[in-house]
Structures are given as C-alpha cells and as structure tokens.
C-alpha cells in the first residue's frame, strides 16, 4: 500500500475510485493524494469513442501502475489485463 506519490512503483495494483471523466480518459483516486490518469486506450480492449461510454464518477475501479513522474506529479495507469 503506498502512502504518498513518490512511494508507488510501477506494477502496482490499487482499487481506486473514478474521481473525474474526461474526453481523453479518467482521473483515478488510488488514494495517494494525486489522482491517476488512465488513458483512453487504456480503459478496455474495444474501441470506446468516450470514457464515459464505460465509466462514470463514483466507479470503483481496478488499476495497475504504468508510470509516475514525480517532478510533474502525474501518475499513469491501466485498466487493461496485459
């Protein structure tokens, strides 16, 4: 379990809870103080015109850790089962 941004590493699973649907993706409150975003592509294995298509605010959802970038303080995740 991570505590803060700068403790997560990549692989990471969290349940997180859709905080925001954007028209590039969904923000991901894993509960780090920093919402995470999953990209479009990266919310199911079919071609979705919009987020919202599949997800709404509220959805608690199951993410891995893609990436995390501390200096812009972004988080990058996947819905996706690779």
Known sequence: ????IASLRV?????GVVRN???FGAFVDIGVHQDGLVHISR???????HPAEVLKVGDVVNVRV???DL????????MLKE
């Open 11 to 15: 692989g990471m699973v969290f349940d």
């Open 21 to 23: 649907v954007a028209d």
């Open 43 to 49: 919310i199911c294995k079919r071609f979705i015109k």
């Open 71 to 78: 200096k812009k303080k972004r988080i990058s995740l996947t």
């Open 1 to 4: 379990d991570a505590m803060d």
């Open 66 to 68: 893609l990436d995390v």
